[in-house]
T-cell receptor
Framework: NAGVTQTPKFQVLKTGQSMTLQCAQD?????MYWYRQDPGMGLRLIYY???????DKGEVPNGYNVSRLNKREFSLRLESAAPSQTSVYFC????????????FGPGTRLTVT | GQQVMQIPQYQHVQEGEDFTTYCNSS?????IQWYKQRPGGHPVFLIQ?????EVKKQKRLTFQFGEAKKNSSLHITATQTTDVGTYFC??????????FGAGTTVTVRA
């Protein structure tokens, strides 16, 4: 099993360009998450999907949109990239229950110039 | 909303020494989770604490959850170079979301 996969691993965008970050998990988890990680700020939740067909805003949703394409896939879209969106983006999945530890993908390092 | 504060931000440790990192929440948590992220890597789940006052051990790592379920600590004994990385606590709520602390970045002097 691959666990959680993310593409691309690295991306450089110019201000105003758009792109979609892809995430897929093969653990049959119901919940999926998108985080951004900036130095000294830990992981901040952008959007999450508690189950297939639902999405909700997290702590920092402005400038992003998401799509839960099916149970396996959860994509994050930047419609008009800004330098403030330079960050490392992590996708994660979990199975709601007593122990709902999150499994993280390897991350996408995004630079917006 | 729920906020989780973690201290210290950096911990420089001599190999063989012990250290502790602390986590405090502004609200009562349903559970607390700890993750480790190696340099250049992704966060990896270490442990979850659910009960008030709970203590769990993993080899040289000891995790505690406070009686009020608002704070937690991670104590590492006899630090090794393999302990290098950033340790995050994450407060859990009833909606299966986690609020992550800013992390404690550990470096080890051999």
């Amino acid at each position: 099993n691959a666990g959680v996969t993310q593409t691309p691993k690295f991306q450089v965008l110019k201000t105003g360009q758009s792109m979609t970050l892809q995430c897929a998990q093969d653990m049959n988890h119901n919940s999926m998450y998108w985080y951004r990680q900036d130095p000294g700020m830990g992981l901040r939740l952008i959007y999450y999907s508690a189950s297939e067909g639902t999405t909700d805003k997290g702590e920092v949703p402005n400038g992003y949109n998401v799509s839960r394409l099916n149970k396996r896939e959860f994509s994050l879209r930047l419609e008009s990239a800004a330098p403030s969106q330079t960050s490392v983006y992590f996708c994660a999945s979990s199975e709601p229950g007593t122990a709902y530890e999150q499994y993280f993908g390897p991350g996408t390092r995004l630079t917006v110039t | 909303g729920q906020q989780v504060m973690q201290i210290p931000q950096y911990q420089h440790v001599q190999e063989g020494e012990d250290f502790t990192t602390y986590c405090n929440s502004s609200t009562t948590l349903s559970n607390i989770q700890w993750y480790k992220q190696r340099p250049g890597g992704h966060p990896v789940f270490l442990i979850q604490l659910v009960k008030s006052g709970e203590v769990k051990k993993q080899k040289r790592l000891t995790f505690q959850f406070g009686e009020a379920k608002k704070n937690s600590s991670l104590h590492i004994t006899a630090t090794q170079t393999t302990d290098v990385g950033t340790y995050f606590c994450a407060g859990g709520s009833n909606d299966y979301k986690l609020s992550f602390g800013a992390g404690t970045t550990v470096t080890v002097r051999a």
